[in-house]
């Protein structure tokens, strides 16, 4: 498996249920961009769901249970019925098909994976994925990253930049300045013991 970002825009999405799961995944995927098409299958509705697709005019909502033809065109697909047998049967047209999909009952029948994401400025922006095995130790790392590290590289980021740019001589200047301390090693050394607490030796 291999990490990358995919534009999703002016493309058209498949959702196949209507609970937490797709709750969530519609509201990332808004987040990203508002130029897509989104289709949600359902025979009930979130009324999450129904708020935020009360608000967007791409989204459209079919009330009924999933049909094979609802693939047509479709450019992505996220199964997160509470029927495992029909997400697997969705993900293995959809591998026929060479449709993107994500399985939310069975992440090793999904060919993408939703990622903890951290917007760090506008120009950093970091993805923590586990390959779907544990969010929870996503949550985690992203709430770390946060917390902990959001603040310094930003304030690095502020350090290299003009007028919104990375400058590269600034940038050329902080490195030397980087590689000739023991910063790295002093952060390095003083995270090793973060969790000992913790976890059972």
Known sequence: MINFNLDINKRKILIIGSGNVAQRRLKKIIECTKDIKINIV???????????FSK?????????????????NIDMVIACTNDISLNQEISKICFEKKIFVNNASDQSLSTIHFTSNINISKIVKLNLNTGGQSPFLSKIMR??????????????????????????????????????SDILKKVSKKGDNLFDDLIDK
């Open 42 to 52: 359902s025979p009930d509705l979130n009324s999450k769901i129904k708020l935020i």
């Open 56 to 72: 967007e005019p791409n989204i459209k909502f079919f009330k009924r249970k999933f049909r094979f033809s609802d693939l047509k």
């Open 143 to 180: 709430i770390l990253i946060e917390k902990v590290l959001k603040k310094p590289i930003d304030k690095l980021l502020k350090s290299i930049s003009y007028k919104g740019k990375i400058d590269n001589k600034r940038e050329k200047d902080l490195k030397s300045k980087i590689n000739n």
